[in-house]
């Protein structure tokens, strides 16, 4: 007969989590075990591993090894190359698969900015449940609307919200050139 501890313990390796997430180049890892093992870590930025690719590390303060990415991307302005590190706990994932589950991950990440920058859903003045809810609520149709303009208009949040305002700037000074010739 199995002990309830023994149980919940196969049942905790059986149910645990994966991540995959990004990671600052300055964290430390060592590549394997017996350097985990004597302290020597090294800074991600300075791993000789090229872009596209992946490795085994073990992340220092963690005890299960990870998979290491590094992607690069172009910045459209100078060209320069920026370097992003990501690990997973999933070491069976491919650079690919990893890359893939990180822009899911990414597109709600752009979603709670958008509500939070552009449709200010922390700034409710309200105290009353159901005014925050209608708060809430009408936020979250903003997003909506804001995400058929970036579809029809191939813009992001952030250009249609600056245009929306140049438009009713526009129209506001118009407003005050007719009023002060009247």
């Known amino acids: ?16 989590k994966k991540f995959v997430c990004p990671i600052k180049s300055n964290r430390k890892v060592a590549f394997t075990l017996e350097e985990r093992n004597n302290g020597k870590y090294v800074n991600i930025s300075s791993i000789d591993i090229e872009g596209g690719s992946s490795r085994l590390v073990y992340l220092e303060g963690y005890k299960k ?12 302005d100078d060209g320069e190359s920026i370097y992003l590190y990501l690990v997973t706990n999933d070491i069976d994932l491919s650079f690919n698969e990893v890359l893939k589950i990180y822009k899911r991950r990414w ?3 752009e979603y709670h900015k958008s509500l939070k920058q552009n449709l200010k859903i922390e700034h409710s003045p309200t105290k009353v449940e159901t005014s925050q809810r209608n708060h809430i609520h009408l936020a979250v149709r903003g ?10 208009y191939k813009m992001n949040h952030f250009a249609i919200k600056e245009k929306i ?14 009023l002060m010739v009247a």
């Open 107 to 109: 597109k709600v990440e």
């Open 1 to 16: 007969m199995v002990c309830k501890h023994q149980e919940l313990g196969v049942y905790r390796r059986r149910t645990q």
């Open 143 to 152: 997003f909506i609307k804001l995400e058929k303009l970036r579809l029809n």
């Open 165 to 178: 305002y140049l438009e009713a700037l526009k129209v506001a000074y118009a407003k005050v050139g007719e």
């Open 65 to 76: 090894p990870l998979r290491l990415i590094k992607q690069v991307v172009k910045n459209g």
